[in-house]
C-alpha cells in the first residue's frame, strides 16, 4: 500500500511538471525563433545599403557647390601646370639665352628674337626679362641689373599668384562639407517629431546622410593640397633657376673684371719701357 501511495505520487509529479517542460520547451524554440531572425537582420540592412551615387545625391543641395569648387579646382590645377612645368621650361630659357650672345649677335636684333619668344611663350618668365634688360642696354650694367631684378620679382610675383586658387579650394572644401553637414543635422533633428515610433533609425539615417558633405570636402581638399605644395615648390624652383640665367645674360654683357685675357705688349711698347728703365 505504501508502494503504491509512492508511484501515484510519483505520477502526480510528473504529470504536474510535463506543461511546465512543456512551456520551457517551447519558450526555447521561441528564442531559437527569435534568433533566427535576428540573424537574418544584417542580409536586410546588405541589401538596404546605398551605392555612391545615392550617398551623393543625399548630400542635399550643397553638394553642387561642392561639385563647382572640385571643376574649378582642376581647371585652376590644369592651368598652372601647363604654365610651371612647359610655359617656364628650363631647357628653352637656356635655348634663348644662346642666342643672346652678344659676341655673334647684333644688339639691333635681339628686341626681334626676344619678341618672338614671348609670343610663342607668352605666359613664360625668363623672356619678359630679358626684353625689360634690353630696353635699358644703354643704362650700363646697372640699369639692367635692375631691370632684371625689378621684373623677375614681377613674373616670380605672378606665378605664386597662379597657385593662390588652389590654396582657396583647399581651405574653402572642408568648410563647405562641414555646412552641409550641420544643415542636414539641423533638418534630422527637427523632423524627429513626425518620425513615429521609430525615431532612433530616421535619426541615424539622417546623421549619415549629413555626414556625406563632409567626406566630400574633405576628399575634395586633401588631393588639392598636395597638388598646391608641389606647384609651391615647383615655383620656387623656377625663381633659383631665373636667378641663374639672369648672372648669366648679365656675364655675357659685361664680362667679370679680372677674366679679360692680357694682350701681348706691342713693339713701342718695348722701346718705351727700356727708355724708362735707362
Keep these: 500500500m505504501k508502494h503504491t ?10 504529470g504536474w511538471l510535463a506543461p511546465v517542460a512543456t512551456a520551457q520547451t517551447n519558450a ?36 553642387v557647390p561642392l561639385a563647382l569648387l572640385m571643376f574649378y579646382g582642376f581647371y585652376c590645377a590644369g592651368a598652372q601646370v601647363y604654365v610651371i612645368l612647359f610655359t617656364n621650361d628650363k631647357s628653352k630659357d637656356n635655348e634663348l639665352l644662346e642666342k643672346l650672345d652678344p659676341h655673334e649677335l647684333a644688339y639691333e636684333d635681339m628686341p626681334m628674337i626676344v619678341q618672338n619668344e614671348i609670343t610663342r611663350r607668352e605666359r613664360a618668365a625668363f623672356p619678359k626679362m630679358a626684353e625689360a634688360a634690353l630696353n635699358r642696354i644703354y643704362s650700363g650694367k646697372e640699369g639692367m641689373t635692375e631691370a632684371l631684378e625689378e621684373e623677375g620679382a614681377l613674373q616670380l610675383g605672378r606665378l605664386k599668384r597662379g597657385i593662390k586658387p588652389l590654396q582657396g579650394v583647399v581651405m574653402v572644401a572642408p568648410l563647405l562639407g ?8 539641423i533638418a534630422s533633428f527637427q523632423s524627429m517629431g513626425s518620425a513615429g515610433d521609430d525615431k532612433v533609425k530616421f535619426l541615424s539615417e539622417g546623421i549619415y546622410e549629413a555626414l556625406v558633405t563632409t567626406a566630400s570636402g574633405l576628399t575634395i581638399a586633401i588631393p588639392f593640397l598636395f597638388l598646391y605644395l608641389w606647384l609651391n615648390r615647383k615655383t620656387d624652383e623656377i625663381g633659383e633657376n631665373l636667378n641663374r640665367q639672369a648672372r648669366k645674360f648679365l656675364g655675357a654683357f659685361f664680362p667679370v673684371e679680372g677674366e679679360r685675357a692680357v694682350s701681348k705688349p706691342s713693339v713701342q711698347d ?9
Excluded at 178 to 185: A, D, I, K, S, W
Design 5 to 14: 501511495l509512492l508511484l501515484l505520487a510519483f505520477t502526480t509529479t510528473l
Design 28 to 63: 526555447i524554440g521561441g528564442s531559437t525563433i527569435d534568433s533566427t531572425i535576428v540573424e537574418d537582420v544584417p542580409d536586410i540592412v546588405t541589401e538596404e545599403r546605398k551605392t555612391m551615387w545615392q550617398l551623393i545625391r543625399s548630400g542635399g543641395l550643397m553638394m
Design 178 to 185: 562641414l555646412l552641409g553637414t550641420v544643415y542636414g543635422m
Design 270 to 278: 718695348e722701346v718705351e719701357l727700356e727708355k724708362s728703365t735707362t
